[in-house]
């Protein structure tokens, strides 16, 4: 039942309270989701079958969250995409008393390949087992739902949200930062990342010239929070 993912000793925990111990004006900001504490790879709590059980698993990561805002985590971000997390864990952090903890709501996340490196480099990928995610990261031919589930997480208590991959959804990111008018943030994920970085090694593309090119993108016509 992934345990540790809300164990107060964990490593999250433990890091986020050095962290906050040596530098008081530090903000943090932590991942909750369950895959790096699972044996299959998934986001969430599975059945026998193989299938994602989305109430048990809001369960878990409420728990997770919670426990990462006690160690002193400003900011909690779920990025496990389960239907209805945001406002359990906003429920749950406003009972606790932590009324200043903010949740960024990685609410338009795709089912994605550009995931690949970061999933090779944790061990889930083969504990996927070539299974994927595709019954609850969103459909990427689907822009509509991507808003949809913005508006829903905002409404739930997200303080912002987050367009994952970045580079390839440019157009959600635009239309989340125009629509809502809240912080949106994006990822460049790690096969975004490797794509630049092997061309670089190439001698495909220029490094200084080429790095820089995402974030200009992201930024422009302030789409961007940052």
């Known amino acids: 039942m992934a345990e540790e993912a809300y164990n107060p000793n964990g490593l999250v925990q433990r890091a986020v309270r050095a962290l906050k ?4 004006e530090l903000g943090v900001l932590t991942d909750v989701a369950l895959d790096p504490y699972t044996i299959h790879g998934q986001d969430g709590i599975i059945d026998e079958e193989g299938y994602v059980l989305n109430d048990i698993t809001t369960d878990v990561l409420v728990k997770q969250a919670l426990s990462h ?16 997390r945001i406002g359990r864990i906003r429920q749950a952090l406003e009972e606790k008393g932590f009324i200043n903890t903010q949740i960024m709501a990685y ?12 999933r090779d480099a944790v061990g889930s990928s083969s504990n996927l087992k070539g299974g994927d995610k595709k019954t609850y990261q969103l459909d990427p031919a689907n822009g509509d739902e991507g808003l949809q589930e913005v508006a829903l997480d905002l409404q739930e208590g997200a303080d912002m ?11 959600m990111v635009y239309r989340v930062k125009t629509h809502f008018g809240v912080p949106t943030f994006a990822y460049q994920v790690s096969g975004e990342y490797a794509m630049h970085m092997a061309a670089i090694q190439n001698g495909w593309l220029k490094e200084k010239n080429v790095l820089w090119n995402p974030f200009f993108a992201l930024s422009v016509r302030e789409r961007m929070a940052f």
């Open 161 to 171: 949200v987050m367009v994952k991959p970045g580079m390839p959804y440019l157009d």
């Open 107 to 118: 609410s338009a996340k795709y089912a994605s390949n550009y995931y690949g490196p970061f």
């Open 21 to 24: 111990a040596a530098y008081p």
């Open 69 to 84: 805002a006690e160690a002193g985590a400003d900011i909690v971000a779920p990025s496990d995409m389960m239907d209805g």
